[in-house]
Nanobody, 119 residues
Framework: QVQLVESGGGLVQPGGSLRLSCAVSGSIFSISYMGWYRQAPGKQRELVAVTTSGGSTSYADSVKGRFPISRDNAKNTAYLQMNSLKPEATAVYYC?????????????WGQGTQVTVSS
């Protein structure tokens, strides 16, 4: 079983920064990817950023250059540093992790953390 615990959301003014964390625990053999999605009210969930075990990263066009994703393999933790935040970034942010558990690939989701960008 895989558990994800997210933290770091909150209220921030436009132009400010937040850092989200996603800590993974459980009977994991390996983690293949760690990513962040977001879902704004009335909209579909969308990919924000993802990083693979090989170190490659991919970003939504709307956050490129502002939301670097990183991971600490020793801590099984992913981070999303959100800079120059805009009101349209307001959403619930979800961590998504792909891992190998007992020979089976498992995709796991966090509970979500609210990010509100407002003055």
């Amino acid at each position: 079983q895989v558990q994800l615990v997210e933290s770091g959301g909150g209220l921030v003014q436009p132009g400010g920064s937040l850092r989200l964390s996603c800590a993974v625990s459980g009977s994991i053999f390996s983690i293949s990817y760690m990513g962040w999605y977001r879902q704004a009210p009335g909209k579909q969930r969308e990919l924000v950023a993802v990083t693979t075990s090989g170190g490659s990263t991919s970003y939504a066009d709307s956050v490129k250059g502002r939301f670097p994703i990183s991971r600490d393999n020793a801590k099984n933790t992913a981070y999303l540093q959100m800079n120059s935040l805009k009101p349209e970034a307001t959403a619930v942010y979800y961590c998504n992790v792909g891992s190998s558990v007992a020979g089976t690939h498992v995709s796991s989701w966090g509970q979500g953390t609210q990010v509100t960008v407002s003055s």
